[in-house]
């Protein structure tokens, strides 16, 4: 099992960014996948999940309207899209697979004000 985020990078306040998590050795629409970010210092912070059955959910306040998760079945992938970013939003963004206890390395976003 083995899981692989891409897409972040330096971006403006107010921009936006889709992260991709690859996933392999298992198939994402028959499992629950989630998105997490990381600061230094902090906890990891659940930001969305997708549903076996494909449906996105939002966990952070200020991120309802702002990120939302999805998924192509093809390419055994899921995504995280991200609208309106702010600085606070500067993280490491994480793909974790509950069901298999996996995570992957994180991809790093820092948005600029």
């Known amino acids: 099992v083995r899981l692989v985020e891409s897409g972040g990078g330096l971006v403006q306040s107010g921009g936006s960014l889709r992260l991709s998590c690859a996933a392999s050795?298992?198939?994402?629409?028959?499992?629950?996948l989630r998105w997490y970010r990381q600061t230094p210092g902090k906890e990891r912070d659940l930001v969305a999940s997708i549903s076996a059955g494909g449906a996105s959910l939002t966990y952070l306040g200020d991120g309802r309207g702002r990120f939302t998760g999805s998924r192509d079945d093809a390419k055994n992938t899921i995504y995280l899209q991200m609208y309106n970013l702010k600085p606070d939003d500067t993280a490491v963004y994480l793909c974790n697979s509950p069901a298999h206890g996996a995570w992957g390395r994180g991809t790093q976003v820092t948005v600029s004000s």
């Open positions: 050795g298992f198939t994402v629409s028959f499992f629950e």
